[in-house]
């Protein structure tokens, strides 16, 4: 199949890679020039797992290009994925008008096309957004009828950061949320083969149900981390006591994001919530516990702020600060929010992230790191070894091999502040904690 993927972010380039891989035409479109040539340059404008390779590879193999012509694009293709951006307002609604301004654009594209074409929505929206935003913007601009020339789709993605490209080519479900016979059709043809359920159901079904799936994630990992702080309180180990908690499979369900550890942060989780929340308000509807989940999460970076002044140490190293492992996405990092707080605070930090590192050289969080936050990134040091020789507290973020290798080199003088849960630390006992075991 011809496939359009517009917005070449972390969720469109990897859908775009992975569909050239399964054998699809895909072209990918964006404003950003840059993300545009490094596509067909054959590089990934984003650091995630496998994504090199597969941009690369499909690039070669002619399955893969990019273009920044919204025409180009939708004349090369039959089905178009929107991918693009839905922020936060500063009321916690959603901001769609890279939403809107896409769909405009793919309907004025539309009116010079004879063929039917399938415009599809990836990105996370609330319901009613491809009813009300999406289909009258194409209506218009095409001056063409939804079902005459065009058919529409929520399809949302249930991809994580990291693990991005295995979750595409292994997904749990896939939901298509359509009226329209073609768009159905095209829709299971481009994911014919992929396990999991699929699931066809109605378009403000669909468009609700990943709010449904990252609120009750937030709410977990929200659950787990209050649960760790009493614990802590309590002097009971907090991973064995939810692995207790775990055993009950008829009831508990998955353990997924239940170990205690550290804030949610990233692109999606607090958006969502935050969204979520807005959307009941809208409508009158009391949500007291969705409501408490950003107080409760923000609390644990509270702790952790406190933590470490209570100590009275100035000089803190942080290993790794996207906000998670294998990424190099600082949205909403609660370790990035940290590093701001002890910044303010008058603390000397040192940060070491490799992922990061790269994406200041090669990716679409280049200019974010170099204009937004150059502040922060000028902390940034070469080496583990040196933000660790810098400090006074070192603070692990993650469980990578590397940062384990760390516990063996620490000085006497210095406190690890784990948020990770490394193994082996029971041989620095007494300059070690967990910010919530």
């Not at 950003?32 to 690039?59: F, T």
């Not at 970076?301 to 406190?306: F, G, P, Y």
Request: proline share 4%; charged share 20%.
């Amino acid at each position: 199949m011809k496939v359009s993927v517009f917005g070449l972010g972390y969720v469109g380039t990897v859908c775009a890679a992975c569909l050239a891989e399964r054998g699809h035409e895909v072209i990918g479109c964006d404003v950003s020039e840059a993300k545009v040539d490094l596509i067909n340059a054959g590089q990934s404008p984003i650091i995630e797992k496998d994504i090199g390779e597969l941009v690369s590879s499909n690039v070669k193999s002619g399955r893969l290009k990019a273009t920044v012509s919204t025409s180009e694009a939708v004349m090369g293709s039959d089905l178009s994925l929107l991918c693009v951006g839905t922020p936060s307002r500063a009321n916690g609604s959603l901001d769609l008008s890279a939403v809107q301004a896409v769909s405009r654009q793919i309907g004025s594209s539309l009116a010079g096309k004879n063929s039917y074409h399938s415009v599809v929505i990836r990105s996370t929206v609330l319901p009613g957004t491809l009813s009300d935003i999406v289909v009258p913007s194409l209506q218009e601009t095409s001056s063409k009828k939804l079902g005459e020339a065009f058919g529409v789709a929520s399809n949302p993605e249930f991809m994580r950061e990291g693990s991005a490209v295995s979750d595409f080519n292994n997904p749990a479900k896939t939901v298509i949320g359509t009226k329209d016979e073609t768009t159905r059709e095209r829709l299971l043809e481009l994911y014919r083969g992929l396990p999991g359920r699929l699931i066809v159901t109605e378009p403000r079904l669909a468009e609700l149900v990943k709010y449904t799936d990252n609120t009750w994630h937030a709410l977990k990992v929200a659950f787990g981390n209050e649960i760790g702080n009493i614990c802590k309180a309590a002097g009971v180990d907090s991973h064995e006591l939810m692995q207790v908690f775990f055993a009950d499979t008829k009831l508990n369900i998955s353990n997924a994001y239940l170990l205690p550890g550290f804030a949610f942060g990233g692109s999606c989780l607090p958006k969502d919530v935050r969204a979520i929340n807005a959307y009941a308000v809208q409508h009158d509807v009391e949500a007291p516990l969705l409501k408490s989940l950003m107080p409760s999460n923000k609390q644990q970076i509270e702790r952790a702020l406190q933590w470490i002044l209570d100590h009275g140490k100035r000089n803190v190293g942080f290993l790794g600060f996207s906000f998670k492992a294998g990424t190099d996405d600082l949205r909403e990092s609660p370790y990035l929010e940290l590093i701001e707080r002890l910044i303010g605070k008058g603390c000397d930090i040192r940060i070491f992230d490799q992922n990061v590192s790269l994406a200041k050289l090669v990716g679409a969080n280049k200019a974010y790191l170099m204009n937004a936050i150059p502040h922060v990134t000028q902390l940034m040091v070469p080496s583990i070894e040196d933000a660790v020789e810098h400090s006074d507290v070192v603070v692990t973020t993650s469980r990578s091999p590397e940062y384990e290798a760390v516990v063996e080199k620490l000085r006497p003088d210095q406190i690890l502040l784990d948020m990770a849960r490394l193994p082996n630390t029971d041989r620095i006992a007494g300059t070690y904690d967990g910010i919530n075991w």
